[in-house]
């Protein structure tokens, strides 16, 4: 199918998935849509429901409540999808790894469902628009292998 | 051979369809782009978009009807195929024409909403439920002031029911209750595509794309692609029934109609991207009180020669 990859490379539909981030991040996610980085000239748009997602956009850390509404939301995804995990907190929960109500960090989370996961990781506290861009840009290249 | 005639003209004509509403629907996002200050994106993206729904995986929730959820994004692409074709027909060919198409075409037109409300009841998610009483409102709104105002144009073409003879009357426009009927229309189109500020069966930001929440891949891909044949329909339906079609001079003739065309397309997204949503109520209440009885008035001055 790789017609349909390769459409898919060119019109990646974002699904925001706040685990229990500060905001911070999702912030930085709203800045992509702004007319300075306007990621919708990679055909990138932001969507209501994970049913029409191609990204999850995965910030915060990954608490014991969450974990499992992360795993549903990933297996609520039409594959292929891709999962950015975006920030310090997702990436190894951050300042928060010790605390008492760390579930796994993101990824482990939802390899734990589906160990073929694609995961992008976007570290930073938060990280710039440019990093999300980037990971954006890596994932496309990652779904080039699969044509 | 007739026969397959038909069968040629109605592929090409929902191909035709499908295209003109793809790129329309890049105009659309490209216009509402660079009205927000931003580069947009490329020409082929609606293309690309309903290409990469096609490649996805299929959900099906667990508390779906199948048979409902599955047959109603096919039954609405279908639908729309249909008008298109038999719209397209009526445009090229108006002597060949039957009697009684424009009352075949609005009918499909209402097709992929009805499949909306099915669709979206069938999938069991709240949100589309709301999406779904919505959509029906929507459905109850609008389709009593366009028929009023098509029927206007009716009128004045000498109550002849068949696409081919409004070309032939000269434009219902040009006259006072011309004027009237065709704002009614527009705005009523604006209504029956689902955009700004009437998409409140499918308003993303309160009920998660509302009718549409629950589908995925080549479902998803059927809605967006009867979506994008309407927007490509509905105008040229508006120029053939009150502005003249494909009238006038020959030599005029079919740049006036694409410039036409262009004109409503424009308008559309303008009002689009310049209008912030309504609530439903406010909806219904712009339709029934203002604009049937705005389309009843300008029926009867079209009764009476104005």
Redesign the interface.
Known sequence: MAVTIKALRKSLWVYHVNAGACNNCDIEVLELLTPRYDVERFGMVLVGSPRHADVLAVTGVCTRQTMPRIQEVYLQTPKPCVVMAIGSCALDQGIFTEAYHMGPRVDEAIKAVDPNAIIAYVPGCPPKPEAMIDAAVAAMELLKSME | MNLLLAIVVFLLAAAASLAVGLLLKWVD?LVT?RV???????W??P???V??L??????MPATARQTGFLLAPVAALAATAVAAAVLWYGVLHPSGAFIGDLIVVLYLLAIPAAMTILGASASGNPHAAVGATREIKLLLSYELPLFLAVLVAVSKAGWSFRLGSFAAHGPALYSLSGVIAMLVAVVCMQAKLGLVPFDVAEA??EI??GT??????PS?GMFLMSRAMMLAVLPALLVLVFWGGLGGPAWLSVPSFVLKYVLLVALTTLIRNTNPRLRIDQVMKLFWYALTPAAAVALALALHGW
Do not use: F, T
């Open positions: 996002r782009a927000q200050w931003r580069v947009g994106p490329p082929y993206q293309l690309a978009d290409v990469k096609m490649g996805k995986e299929n959900l993303e930001c998660m794309s549409y929440v629950e589908y995925s891949g998803l």
